[in-house]
């Protein structure tokens, strides 16, 4: 072959491997770019976004403008950044504005932040700011400027329930905090005459004595003009409001809850529930635990304006004791598992109103167990996510009904003492001798 024509040749291929190279890096670029996708191995999934902050995301129907405030030494800055950008990707109503408050002082002026290291959040009129950065406190803003109207829910007191804002561990400040989270307001009502105007939702959580005769009458009344009650009852208390529910096609047992097969911390008396119907609460739930909860299920004989559904069951090696000083079953006087726990009820009614008519649904949960929401055992398992997706249930907000932004694992390694002595022994002593040992060996055998 010709020299010249030889290196003419060897050129053009230099030149066509540059080429597709340049072109396969541009592919590459492009796909990179428009076709992103992650791979998320951590046990709890904590950098993939949440089933709830997806929907809030895709249920946005007015435009959000979230402006950060971060200067270029914020350690925090390239976090947020990162993680509005994935909110950024999922819809065309949020728009991210990066703004450095050294250099650009009077746009942080006119926006009305007078500190470094905040997020605003601005849909209409409606503004939030935060200083926490977490998926969690993203979506919870989001929640909060994108409702329409804030829902009230009233919490009863009066008869030793649990107090929403209690911080002890039997109190329920933690679901106040996490209801204001979600955009509702709470409050309280001491007895229940009638309705407050604003009352959205009546709460009845652990009461321990029984309603008035008055109060009882006025809950129907409540019902009866289209209400929404969560009523949350514990083994052993009668609340006067058994007949009330039987009514509504729930009928609450006179017994404690038993389940040998899933229980927490081996205790019988604390089922664990994995065990779900196919009703919009549950949809998604891993594990919940009650402590000591009774068996709540649906009345044989109820009414075509009524809807009633199980939610939750125990395991079938479960049953609902009749004596709790026994704790042993007797197929003749013990309600056989699976036993249900939790029952829904919907009744359609047609309330007279001054241009005529209106169709309403009026709304019961009733749950056998309040303590699984206390500020002790609502963090775990999946306990919250189960009392806020009851709120969204009945205050018919079923868009928010969700698997929440888990708050992050700390994950510890306990060693008992023999243990920390084994690693001592094998990384101190055995792992460096066996070297010295081996490299010994192969020195004299070369030596040899």
């Not at 289209?226 to 729930?250: N, S, T």
């Not at 304006?305 to 026994?326: I, R």
Request: one cysteine or more.
């Amino acid at each position: 072959m010709i020299p010249g024509f030889r290196r003419l040749l060897y050129g053009a291929n230099l030149i066509i491997i540059i080429i597709v190279m340049f072109l396969l890096a541009v592919v590459i670029n492009y796909l990179g770019k428009h076709y992103n996708k992650r791979i998320d191995l951590t046990a709890s999934k904590q950098f993939t976004l949440s089933e709830q902050t997806i929907k809030t995301i895709n249920s946005l129907k007015k435009p959000v403008l979230i402006s950060t405030f971060f200067n270029k030494k914020n350690p925090n800055r390239q976090r947020i950044y990162d993680l509005l950008a994935e909110y950024d990707n999922l819809s065309a109503n949020i728009t991210v504005d990066k703004v450095d408050p050294i250099a650009n002082p009077s746009k942080t002026q006119e926006k009305g932040i007078t500190s470094y290291g905040v997020v605003l959040f601005e849909s209409g009129s409606k503004r939030e700011v935060t200083t926490v950065f977490g998926e969690q406190e993203v979506t919870q803003s989001l929640i909060k400027i994108s409702k329409e109207e804030t829902k009230v829910i009233y919490f009863l007191s009066g008869h030793g329930e649990h107090d929403s804002k209690n911080d002890k561990p039997n109190g329920y400040s933690e679901i106040r905090t996490r209801l204001a989270n979600q955009g509702y307001q709470a409050k309280t009502l001491e007895f229940f005459q009638s309705a407050p105007a604003d009352c959205d939702l009546l709460v009845i959580a652990g009461a321990d004595k029984a309603l008035l005769p008055s109060e009882v009458t006025a809950v129907e009344n409540y019902l009866e003009q289209g209400g929404r009650l969560l009523l949350l009852l514990d083994p052993g208390i009668e609340v006067g409001l058994e007949k009330l529910m039987a009514k509504w096609g729930v009928a609450i047992g006179d017994d404690l809850v038993v389940d040998p097969a899933s229980s927490f911390s081996k205790d019988v008396t604390t089922p664990v529930i994995v065990r779900y119907y196919q009703h919009p609460i549950v949809y998604g739930l891993s594990a919940t635990f009650f402590p000591r909860v009774r068996s709540v299920s649906k009345e044989e004989d109820i009414g075509d304006q009524l809807t009633v559904l199980p939610v939750m069951m125990t395991t079938a090696n479960g049953w609902a004791e009749k004596n709790p000083d026994k704790l042993q079953f007797d197929k003749d006087v013990d309600l056989a598992g699976p036993v249900t726990i939790c029952v829904s009820a919907v009744k359609s009614l047609l309330i007279k109103t001054a241009g005529g008519s209106d169709v309403r649904y009026a709304r019961v949960l009733v749950l056998g167990d309040s303590d699984f929401a206390t500020n002790s055992f609502i963090k775990m398992l999946s306990n919250s996510d189960l009392f806020i997706n009851s709120v969204n249930w009945l205050l018919e907000d079923e868009d928010l009904i969700s698997i929440r932004p888990k708050e992050p694992d700390e994950r510890k390694i306990q060693l008992t003492g023999s243990q920390v002595r084994s690693l001592f022994v094998i990384n101190v002593l055995v792992a460096p001798l066996s070297v010295m040992v081996i490299g010994t060996l192969i020195w004299w055998r070369y030596r040899s």
